[in-house]
């Protein structure tokens, strides 16, 4: 593993199913990030955390839970999918600092049918 | 919430020509990072920004961090048919470790 690798690259889901979106980087990042990537409204934070064991609610929370259990994974769980969130997520994480930037997994396209 | 305006949506241009797009907010951030997005991709970090009035270039890349930290702008010079994409900025909320992007600027060269 080299950076940040998210799992699945892509899903067909039915609506009402479950879904557990894997993140997971080796760059012993403190902070990370999940965003849903959609047409003409970029990138909105879905959920963060900064730091193993802490979370928070970003623009659009609702629908989607998050757990941050150690340093390298940061899985996000969609308890009852909806058509709505039909999307491409993009997971990112970030070093402790002051001056750091996020840096970004090459995505997951999921469609909720 | 906060928002970022980014501007333009999208531009036509032809290759060798200059760009420019902006990011503003009625917020003030701490960090502006332009990114860039290929189709299929996650974004890619182009220039960071950390201190008000900052202008940094990554070769054909300049941007600046606004003196009022609620702006920034982007420019590429000598356009390339590779600079094709969605280049977005994302703003770094104060006291936290959350980013805010805007829209995009969906950019096509005309060769």
């Known amino acids: 593993i080299a950076g940040i690798t998210q799992a699945p690259t892509s899903q067909i889901l039915a609506a009402g199913r479950r879904m557990t979106l894997r993140c997971t980087q080796d760059?012993?990042?403190?902070?990370m990030y999940w965003y849903r990537q959609d047409l003409g409204l970029g990138l909105r934070l879905i959920h963060y955390s900064n730091t193993a064991g802490t979370t928070g609610k970003g623009e659009v929370p609702d629908g989607y839970s998050v757990s941050r259990a150690n340093t390298d994974d940061f899985p996000l769980t969609l308890a009852s999918a909806v058509p709505s969130q039909t999307s491409v997520y993009f997971c990112?994480?970030?070093?402790?600092?002051?001056?750091?930037?996020?840096?970004f997994g090459q995505g997951t396209r999921l469609t909720v049918v | 919430g906060q928002q970022l305006n980014q501007s333009p949506q999208s531009m036509f241009i032809q290759e060798g020509e200059d760009v420019s797009m902006n990011c503003t907010s009625s917020?003030?951030?701490?960090?502006w990072l332009w990114y860039k997005q290929d189709p299929g991709e996650g974004p890619v970090l182009l220039i960071a920004l950390y201190k008000a009035g900052e202008l940094t270039s990554n070769g054909r890349l300049t941007a600046q961090f606004g003196i009022t930290r609620k702006d920034s702008f982007l420019n590429i010079s000598a356009s390339i048919p590779s600079d094709v994409g969605i280049y977005f900025c994302a703003g770094q909320l104060p006291g936290t470790y959350k980013y805010i992007f805007g829209t995009g600027t969906r950019l096509k060269v005309l060769a």
């Open positions: 760059m012993r990042h403190n902070a």
């Open positions: 917020s003030i951030f701490n960090t």
């Open positions: 990112a994480s970030r070093r402790e600092g002051r001056d750091t930037e996020a840096f």
